[in-house]
T-cell receptor
Framework: GDSVTQMEGPVTLSEEAFLTINCTYT??????LFWYVQYPGEGLQLLLK?????DKGSNKGFEATYRKETTSFHLEKGSVQVSDSAVYFC????????????FGKGMKLTVNP | DVKVTQSSRYLVKRTGEKVFLECVQD?????MFWYRQDPGLGLRLIYF???????EKGDIPEGYSVSREKKERFSLILESASTNQTSMYLC??????????????FGPGTRLTVL
């Protein structure tokens, strides 16, 4: 079945450091790909998405490119802030007809000043 | 501002109690979902519903049931709470697909402790 594998952390960075969170997937066809973020004490919210190969999603300084050849959707940010401290989830939307999302296990990021 | 709301942020119950977790969305979404979130395990789908009175089991339905009598409301029921059901419970909703783009909108979560 469809699956998502992502870095699990936890990861601690200093402010202004470069961030990469790896995400790879296994799926049939061409799924849509998502990054969700969960700030402390809150539910998940969509950070960015890409719906077809070579699409780049971007939001709040974060970027991720849908790479079909490497089945990857790595999240990057050039300069993290303390306010980026959160748990990050990679997810895919199956094309099998299901309405479900398949989530990775999440990665906790802490950014220190 | 679109919203998914959950009835409680924190809940403490005793073993054997019947527990109801309520979720309401105001986006007229067809699909609604219940997940539990545990450290190291990520999000696991318990049940989902794609229409009123319709439900499907997710990955971990044992010990849970659901009810969807109205489109905007999806209830998770723990028939007889046990300590291993202590967890964060997240509700989500999405519009009906038709494509592969199925963004889900999440509520703030209910942290349930079973003593």
């Amino acid at each position: 079945g469809d699956s998502v594998t992502q870095m699990e952390g936890p990861v601690t960075l200093s402010e202004e450091a470069f961030l990469t969170i790896n995400c790879t997937y296994t799926a049939t066809g061409y799924p849509s790909l998502f990054w969700y973020v969960q700030y402390p004490g809150e539910g998940l919210q969509l950070l960015l998405k890409a719906t077809k190969a070579d699409d780049k999603g971007s939001n709040k300084g974060f970027e991720a490119t849908y790479r079909k050849e490497t089945t990857s959707f790595h999240l990057e940010k050039g300069s993290v802030q303390v306010s980026d401290s959160a748990v990050y989830f990679c997810a895919l939307s199956s094309v099998s007809g299901s309405e479900k999302l398949v989530f990775g296990k999440g990665m906790k990021l802490t950014v220190n000043p | 501002d679109v919203k998914v709301t959950q009835s409680s942020r924190y809940l403490v119950k005793r073993t054997g109690e019947k527990v109801f977790l309520e979720c309401v969305q105001d986006m007229d979404h067809e699909n609604m979902f219940w997940y539990r979130q545990d450290p190291g395990l990520g999000l696991r789908l318990i049940y989902f519903s794609y229409d009123v009175k319709m439900k499907e089991k997710g990955d971990i339905p044992e010990g849970y049931s659901v009810s969807r009598e109205k489109k905007e409301r999806f209830s998770l029921i723990l028939e007889s709470a046990s300590t291993n059901q202590t967890s964060m419970y997240l509700c989500a909703s999405s519009t009906l697909g038709g494509s592969s783009y199925n963004e889900q909108f999440f509520g703030p979560g209910t942290r349930l402790t079973v003593l």
